[in-house]
Every structure is written in C-alpha cells, then in structure tokens.
Nanobody, 116 residues
Framework: QVELVESGGGLVQAGGSLRLSCVAS????????MQWYRQAPGNEREFVAQ?????????ADSLKGRFTISKDSTKNTITAYLQMNNLKPEDTAVYYC????????WGQGTQVTVSS
C-alpha cells in the first residue's frame, strides 16, 4: 500500500508560480514512477509530468518550459514536486499526484486556480 498526500495548491494571478508537493509513504520501495495529472471542470484527467525511480523525467509537450517535475527520496518517503511557472488561467484544475507501483495510486488532489 502507498499513501499520497498533496499540498501547495491555491489561488495565483496569471504569470505567477506555484510549487506542488506530494509525499508518498508506505511501501515506497515498490514505486516505479511518480506522476502529476490534472483535471479541469468538464475535461478528462490529463498527463502533466512523470519522474521515474531513476530520475528520468517526462513532461506534457504543451507544458514544457513552464512546468518541471523533481523528487527527493528518503528511506521511508518519496516527495515529488511540480514547479509551475508563468501560470495561465487555462492551468486552473485539480492537480493529482500519482504513484505507479504494483498498483496505480492517487492522491486526493489539490486545487490550483489561476486568475486573469
């Protein structure tokens, strides 16, 4: 079992920045990759970024240059970060942290609202 807790969402003006955090605990040694997805009202959940156990990253093409995923690891936790710069109103969504392990795990989501 893996538990995920996100934080860092909030309200920001267009052009601003936010950093989201996701702390994974439990059987973290089973995690192959940490992910960020987002879901705007009326839209399907979409891929934002992923970082593997070895630190290999991938980002949605449309977000490259503005969003960056990173991670820190301890013996018992993995913390994934999503640095979001030059935010736009269309980035408004609930952001979900995911962990791909023996199963796919999801956090509860954190709201990001970008005002124009």
């Amino acid at each position: 079992q893996v538990e995920l807790v996100e934080s860092g969402g909030g309200l920001v003006q267009a052009g601003g920045s936010l950093r989201l955090s996701c702390v994974a605990s439990g059987r973290v040694f089973t995690i192959h990759a940490m992910q960020w997805y987002r879901q705007a009202p009326g839209n399907e959940r979409e891929f934002v970024a992923q970082i593997t156990r070895d630190g290999i990253t991938s980002h949605a093409d449309s977000l490259k240059g503005r969003f960056t995923i990173s991670k820190d690891s301890t013996k018992n936790t993995i913390t994934a970060y999503l640095q979001m710069n030059n935010l736009k109103p269309e980035d408004t969504a609930v952001y979900y942290c995911g962990a791909f392990a023996l199963s796919q795990y999801w956090g509860q989501g954190t709201q990001v609202t970008v005002s124009s």
